[in-house]
């Protein structure tokens, strides 16, 4: 189970980045894929009954979306900050709670915090996050994570956990 | 397309001139670390320019290896040494 | 030029615009951490822009679907780079800038040995 989900991305990666139909290409990318994945495939995929629930995709195919749009934003606001003669920024580091339990789901959360307006993680401990806000607005726990965080959590929790 | 070569050329010059008046170590790592963001697009931009499409997979490679080279700086800031 | 060139003409555009928007950053904040905040984010952003342009551009062929399966990569590449080198800053004793407003992460480390 774990090692046919590893050997199918791996094959999937291949097929993308070759682009090459012909049964040479096939057989070179099968043969490669299906000895990392029988070599690597109890290390890298840890919960596998995840993996193959449809509900979930459908919910990465929504967050796509909002990231993007999430990420524009930031684009502006930074913009924004470099642009203007006075740079309105007041920096400061914040801890927020996350209710995330698996360490990808984390991951993505730090990552989509990073990416997303004004805020960027620099440190986990526990299920505590540090993050360094380039405007900071709530230096509370409680509001700091609704400020924060709920944006992405909401969806990530349906992806991940 | 070449103007905007020219100002990609242009940033990894900005980020030069941070590497170079820096003020500490870290603020240098800062610098290499977003020029080999902005190399990845460099190259791409480079493949389209001079058709030469396996420039792409240099993109491809590079965005891996500055991701190792940034980590090992960061290594290097948390222990001071590059053992281990 | 056909009309998918002219788009991806300006999706480009726009991905070298906030690249150059990003490095003025790195140049113009006053401490480590807002550099790596605007900078990570720009360039990020315009690096995905130029190799999204180049995918508009090239279409389904072998050329632009590597340029589209290196998005992702930079993606989850970039922001985790940035972490390390914002933890190893902090670690190291770089001081944030005088007008900070908070820092609990300095307040939390104080409590443990160092790392």
């Not at chain 1, 989900?5 to 490669?32: C, E, K």
């Not at chain 1, 995929?45 to 749009?69: G, N, S």
């Not at chain 1, 209710?99 to 440190?123: E, H, Q, V, Y």
């Amino acid at each position: 189970m774990k090692k046919a989900i590893l050997i199918l991305f791996i094959f999937t990666l291949w097929l993308l980045l070759t682009w090459n139909a012909s049964w040479q290409s096939l057989v070179a990318g099968g043969v490669t894929a299906l000895m990392v994945g029988l070599i690597f495939g109890n290390l890298a995929v840890t919960a596998p009954m995840k993996v193959i629930q449809p509900q979930r995709w459908f919910w990465l195919l929504l967050y796509i979306p909002i990231f993007i749009w999430e990420m524009a934003k930031a684009n502006f606001d930074v913009a924004y900050r470099v642009l203007h003669p006075k740079m309105p920024i007041h920096p400061g580091i914040v801890k927020v709670k996350t209710r995330l339990k698996s360490p990808l789901g984390i991951a993505f959360l730090a990552n989509s915090i990073t990416l997303t307006p004004g805020t960027f993680t620099i440190d986990l401990k526990d299920e505590y996050l540090y993050i360094h806000c380039i405007n900071v607005r709530h230096q509370k726990l409680d509001e700091a994570t609704k400020d924060i965080v709920s944006r992405f959590e909401k969806l990530l929790i349906k992806i991940f956990d | 397309m070449n103007i905007y070569f020219i100002i990609l050329v242009a940033c990894c010059f900005a980020c030069l001139i941070r590497a170079w008046i820096g003020k500490s170590i870290p603020d240098r790592m800062v610098a290499i670390d977003i020029m080999g963001t902005l190399a990845v697009g460099m190259t791409a931009l480079l493949a389209v320019i001079t058709e030469r499409n396996f420039l792409i997979d240099v993109a491809l490679a590079w965005i891996f290896l500055s991701f190792i080279g940034t980590l090992a700086l960061a290594k290097y800031l948390v222990h001071k040494t590059l053992d281990e | 030029m056909a009309w998918n060139e002219w788009i991806g003409f300006i999706i480009i555009g726009f991905g070298v615009a906030f690249d150059a928007l990003g490095c003025l950053g790195l140049l113009r904040f006053p401490d480590i951490y807002n550099r790596l905040q605007g900078a990570t984010k720009c360039v990020t952003f315009g690096t995905c822009g130029i190799l999204f342009g180049i995918f508009v551009m090239n279409g389904f062929t072998g050329f632009g679907i590597k340029a589209l399966v290196a998005i992702p990569f930079v993606l989850l590449t970039s922001p985790v780079g940035a972490h390390a080198l914002a933890r190893g800053a902090h670690i190291f004793g770089v001081p944030l800038w005088e007008k900070s407003v908070v820092d609990h992460y300095k307040q939390d480390r104080k409590d443990k040995p160092r790392l």
